[in-house]
């Protein structure tokens, strides 16, 4: 990442140097494969940790009214939230953010194991995510922080770009919106949507999809009602329009979430096998369709021979390579 710095003979770079994941997050990553072959056994771990659930909560849902990785409420927690470590090559300083541990489910900490009421259920709930972006209101004390993790001088805002696969309407969709819930979530940020790739398999009137577009939004809106394919030659293959498209310097956001083991798989493997495309994406969303008995009435999942162990290498493979990676719900 670059930055401009106040001398304009210098040319600043805050440069990655590692991902530490938190005391909570090692833990579960040494015991993930034991704790969640069994649900009683996974719920149990996760209720013995109910002090470090609500640090995570309070964390979580402070940072997503716009201060989110520079919250400066997460340094509380360090054992809980884990962190991206940068240096600053002018003056050799470290930039720490934080992002929300990999646990349980590694999604809502309550989901399942926790749900008094299930139409209030915290499955498909939103609130354990921290962001990659500050608002400016955040505090002077993260000015340096912030444009540096905006990649340009300030003068020259970069693109929020967004490809969304598996992406319903921009209202509703089975697990509740994602379009409108990263629109507005990242403008609450301080960083506006500046395109919207969309894919969806599922046959959906077109009028009714673009009556849902803000008009502001319905210039630079991308439209695909077809499946996201991830053949290579394919020309519904998303990763070959995010190459078309997206610069270093734009601010690149990705979801994966189209209920299909083996097609996510693919997507996947062509992902963590090409250097340029991780360079290009600055944060990830993905739900992992894996065999975790607790998930099977949701997922089907019980054949698959992809397990929560391999969620975690492949979550912390990706962030140890700068790239703010989350579970989605």
């Not at 716009?66 to 300083?93: K, N, W």
């Not at 319903?168 to 919207?196: D, I, M, T």
């Not at 939004?217 to 995010?242: F, G, I, M, Q, R």
């Amino acid at each position: 990442m670059q930055l401009q710095s106040g001398d304009q003979r210098k040319h600043c770079e805050l440069k990655f140097v590692r991902y530490e994941p938190s005391r909570w997050e090692d833990t579960w990553r040494e015991h993930v494969s034991e704790w969640s072959s069994d649900e009683l056994e996974l719920c149990r771990r996760m209720v013995n940790d109910i002090d470090k659930v609500r640090l995570w909560e309070t964390g979580a849902e402070h940072s997503q009214k716009g201060c989110g990785l520079l919250d400066p409420a997460l340094s509380h927690s360090p054992h809980v939230f884990s962190r991206f470590v940068y240096e600053d090559t002018c003056t050799g300083q470290t930039v720490e953010t934080y992002i929300e541990p990999l646990a349980g489910l590694t999604r809502h900490p309550r989901a399942l194991c926790m749900d008094r009421f299930p139409r209030r259920s915290k499955n498909i709930n939103r609130g354990y995510i921290v962001l990659g972006q500050s608002a400016d209101a955040c505090g002077p004390c993260h000015a340096r922080a912030r444009s540096a993790l905006r990649n340009v001088p300030s003068a020259a805002p970069r693109r929020l770009l967004v490809f969304d696969l598996g992406a319903s309407l921009y209202s509703s969709g089975p697990g509740g919106n994602s379009q409108k819930w990263f629109v507005e979530s990242y403008a609450r940020h301080g960083l506006p949507v500046s395109e919207y790739y969309a894919w969806e398999a599922a046959p959906l009137d077109s009028a009714k999809v673009w009556a849902q577009i803000p008009e502001w939004l319905k210039p630079t809106y991308h439209w695909h009602n077809v499946p996201a394919d991830p053949a290579p030659e394919s020309e519904n293959n998303p990763w070959d329009v995010l190459r078309a498209v997206a610069a270093p310097e734009d601010y690149v956001v990705v979801k994966l979430d189209i209920d299909n083991t083996e097609v996510e798989e693919r997507f996947m493997a062509e992902m963590r096998g090409d250097a340029r495309l991780r360079a290009l994406v600055d944060e990830m969303f993905f739900e992992h369709h894996v065999n975790v008995p607790i998930m099977w009435r949701y997922w089907g999942t019980q054949g698959e021979r992809v397990y929560l162990n391999d969620t975690y290498a492949m979550v912390q493979e990706l962030r140890s390579e700068g790239i703010r990676f989350h579970s989605w719900p």
